[in-house]
T-cell receptor
């Protein structure tokens, strides 16, 4: 069974630009969550999508947005990039997002903002 | 939100046992997870425990939960060099629509040969 895939793996952008990251969950998984990982703040929850609807949201500004498609694939968009957005962005998928809720993580997209 | 605290570093010798500790603040946490992250990789789910359990054993891994003190630990028996990684504790809050995980800062385990 293929794992969670994220594209691209590495990205370099300039301040003020926007970026879109993609996540393909494990087949059959309907819940996709996004996390930002930085050395200073650690792992922080961005948002969770289930059946194309945003179900939960973390404490990030509106520049961070996402969406989920009918095939459960998800994209995350960051507009007007700032230097502080440099981070590893992790996507995780889960079957239903209920109960024991086993999340499986992708390898991440390393975003560098210059 | 929930506060989750872990010590930053742990160093052990190969063959010894490692114990990684975690404290959390949300008493409504229903499931408590341990993840492992190797350099340049995402997180790998290691194991988890339901809040009505005190202990769970899974091969070399033993999870202990003290719900009264909100303390969780992960014991790795016969630690190997391949166990060197960062370990994250992640309690999950109660509720169908409240599937937020709060991760600790991670404990970097260094296993010396």
């Amino acid at each position: 069974k293929a794992g969670v895939t994220q594209t691209p793996r590495y990205l370099i952008k300039t301040r003020g630009q926007q970026v879109t990251l993609s996540c393909s969950p494990i087949s059959g998984h309907r819940s996709v969550s996004w996390y930002q990982q930085t050395p200073g703040q650690g792992l922080q929850f961005l948002f969770e999508y289930f059946s194309e609807t945003q179900r939960n949201k973390g404490n990030f500004p509106g520049r961070f947005s996402g969406r989920q498609f009918s095939n459960s694939r998800s994209e995350m968009n960051v507009s007007t990039l700032e230097l502080g957005d440099s981070a590893l962005y992790l996507c995780a998928s889960s079957k239903t997002g209920q109960g024991a809720y086993e999340q499986y993580f992708g390898p991440g997209t390393r975003l560098t903002v210059t | 939100g929930e506060d989750v605290e872990q010590s930053l570093f742990l160093s052990v010798r190969e063959g010894d046992s490692s114990v990684i500790n975690c404290t959390y603040t949300d008493s409504s946490s229903t499931y408590l997870y341990w993840y492992k992250q190797e350099p340049g990789a995402g997180l790998q789910l290691l194991t988890y425990i339901f809040s009505n359990m005190d202990m769970k054993q899974d091969q070399r891994l033993t999870v202990l939960l003290n719900k009264k003190d909100k303390h969780l630990s992960l014991r790795i028996a016969d630690t190997q060099t391949g166990d060197s990684a960062i370990y994250f504790c992640a309690p999950k809050s109660r509720g169908y629509n409240f599937n937020k995980f709060y991760f600790g800062s991670g404990t970097k385990l260094n296993v010396k040969p």
